[in-house]
């Protein structure tokens, strides 16, 4: 996807990119203040493990193609806020409902309740920072008003850039891994 980048776009990246490390490397409480969100699809898998999907074949034999994995009929979207503690808040996105402007304000008023409960040391002092993608709907005017509104700090998220989004890169997969884990022994 970088090769698709104009070249603007790629020295957005590099600058945010250099910004972000300054602030982690010149501050040791940048990224125990920032609490991070995204949402991901979740489904309800019903995957073979490799033992279960091996089998013996003779020599020459060409090796039988095997599907990765089998979506299940159930999915749902996940948002989750975390941060070096852990998850600050999570819900799952009704069926008929998509993340839209409205939504998503919705979610950031749970969001700023949950910290105020769960991280009272940041509320009181007012120094949490936000970290989200720029999807659509986290870009919108209605949301960085409500974010400015309540003095709600967000930390720079370089465009087009999903590799750089701890949630796509970390929290994700480890969630996702842990369901197909209990999915198996269920």
């Not at 990246?13 to 699809?41: C, H, M, P, Y």
């Not at 996105?93 to 402007?101: A, G, I, L, T």
């Amino acid at each position: 996807m970088l090769h698709l980048l104009t070249d603007y776009q790629k020295e957005n990246r590099v600058e945010i990119s250099q910004e972000l490390l300054v602030n982690a490397n010149g501050n040791e409480n940048f990224l125990k203040k920032s609490t991070t969100g995204d949402e991901t699809w979740v489904y309800g898998y019903d995957v073979e493990t490799k033992m279960q999907s091996s089998q013996w074949m003779g020599k020459g034999f060409p090796r039988p193609k095997t599907a990765w994995m089998s979506q299940s009929k159930i999915k749902v979207m996940s948002v989750v806020f975390f941060d070096w503690k852990g998850i600050v808040q999570h819900e799952f996105v009704p069926c008929d409902q998509m993340v839209n402007k409205q939504f998503y304000q919705d979610v950031l008023v749970r969001l700023r309740d949950s910290v105020r409960r769960k991280r009272p040391e940041l509320w009181e002092n007012q120094t949490w920072t936000l970290h989200h993608d720029n999807a659509p709907a986290h870009m919108l005017l209605l949301i960085c008003s409500y974010l400015a509104k309540h003095q709600i700090s967000v930390v720079s998220h370089p465009p087009y850039s999903p590799d750089l989004a701890p949630a796509d890169f970390f929290l994700f997969p480890k969630l996702k891994n842990t369901l197909n884990l209990a999915n198996n022994i269920s």
